[in-house]
């Protein structure tokens, strides 16, 4: 049985002649928690207005139950938006914030009263129905929000990076606020982020995307597991991504050194590239027999310390419990589970070498494409 619930279908959009999306299609399924994630200006917030109605596709159609509602306005969608501003009205206390919705679609007070009471408890703010907006603190105003979006009974609940605002702490336990939530209503979210560990931990299906196209569908573990081009394995997590030749099924070489792995169906000597995820590195001896190099950087995490590696000219990271000193010559011991073949892609050879890795610059990569996002997608 079909349990799609939208149905994007060859959706084109273009802002001031640059076109952002082009002959987007994405099935949707009934009662899903369904997060697109992928870097700022990706087309990701775009896909959700489209669904929304605040977007008038150039091309294409949205299909609700079958459906077509492309002409349809926001508000006689079956669907309602949070965005990361709340838009709380101000002047407004949090039981009629809420009730506002339920309001205008005439129902009676009794009912309007049973459904706050309701979803303040639901959203773990009973007692807060008379407070003023002010008097509450973000992730308060935020689940208030919540409340109100979900009073009005929408079949599609979409979420427009919701926990951009919050601090560290406060956002985990909205992480986890938000997916009971979902699984205590049955309805469909749509969320939208550039978090991976927020779409890893909450989603059932994550839809990895760069310039307007979809890298990727697929469960958490799929993705994070079996990435499918070096775009979602570098996006998702860390990841050493090297240039392979698949040799022929189950085996394959790379860094001088013939692997057996678990992958096939690639021919025979095959470019490839392939992924190792830090983590599934093993630190041994130096020797012959192993991938060997020497220690360039070792950065303590708490849990772990995450050491470079230099192999030839390449850097490797290595997360692992064992300190490894800066000048330490050390073998890299893999098994075939720790191997992840990929086809070569367009971003082949874009990611994957260390040498250029700190902390500092990718949040100050990830600063500058937000600020690039805003503009895109403004």
């Known amino acids: 049985m079909n349990n799609t619930i939208l149905s994007l279908q060859n959706i084109a959009v273009s802002y001031g002649g640059e076109q952002v999306l082009g002959g987007f299609h994405l099935d949707i399924q009934d009662g899903e928690f369904v997060t697109l994630l992928g870097p700022s200006g990706c087309g990701k917030t775009t896909v959700l207005r489209t669904i929304g109605g605040f977007i008038q596709p150039d091309a294409g159609d949205v299909f609700f139950y079958g459906k077509n509602i492309t002409a349809l306005p926001p508000h006689k969608r079956e669907v309602n938006t949070i965005f990361q501003k709340y838009a709380l009205f101000p002047h407004l206390n949090v039981y009629d914030n809420i009730a506002f919705g339920m309001r205008i679609k005439g129902k009676n007070e009794r009912e309007i009263k049973a459904t706050v009471h309701e979803m303040l408890s639901m959203v773990n703010l009973a007692g807060y129905a008379h407070r003023g907006i002010s008097q509450l603190s973000g992730g308060q105003q935020q689940r208030v929000a919540i409340a109100r979006a979900l009073a009005n009974e929408p079949k599609v609940l979409l979420l427009d990076e919701p926990l951009g605002a919050l601090d560290l702490k406060l956002r985990k336990d909205m992480q986890v606020e938000l997916k009971k939530i979902q699984q205590q209503t049955g309805i469909t979210f749509v969320f939208v982020t550039h978090d991976q560990e927020e779409a890893l931990s909450m989603s059932d299906t994550v839809v990895v995307m760069d310039g307007g196209d979809i890298q ?71 020797d012959s027999t192993h991938i060997t190099g020497e220690v360039t950087a070792v950065t303590f995490k708490g849990v772990h310390y995450e050491i470079i590696v230099d192999v030839a000219g390449f850097k490797w990271m290595i997360q692992s419990t064992d300190f490894r000193a800066v000048g330490d010559r050390i073998g890299l011991s893999l098994t075939p589970d720790d191997i992840h073949v990929m086809a070569k892609s367009e971003y082949s050879g874009r990611f994957g070498d260390y040498s250029t890795f700190s902390d500092e610059m990718d949040e100050d990569m990830q600063a500058a494409g937000e600020e690039e996002g805003k503009a895109d997608e403004g």
Do not use: W
């Open 216 to 286: 990727q569908i697929g469960t958490p573990t799929d993705i994070y597991n079996e990435p499918g081009n070096a775009f979602v394995a570098d996006f998702i997590g860390e990841s050493n991504i090297l240039d392979g030749l698949m040799l022929e099924d189950y085996s394959v070489r790379f860094a001088g050194h013939t692997f057996q792995c678990l992958d096939k169906g690639f021919g025979k000597n095959t470019p490839v590239d392939v992924v190792i995820r830090p983590e599934d590195i093993d630190v041994v001896q130096a």
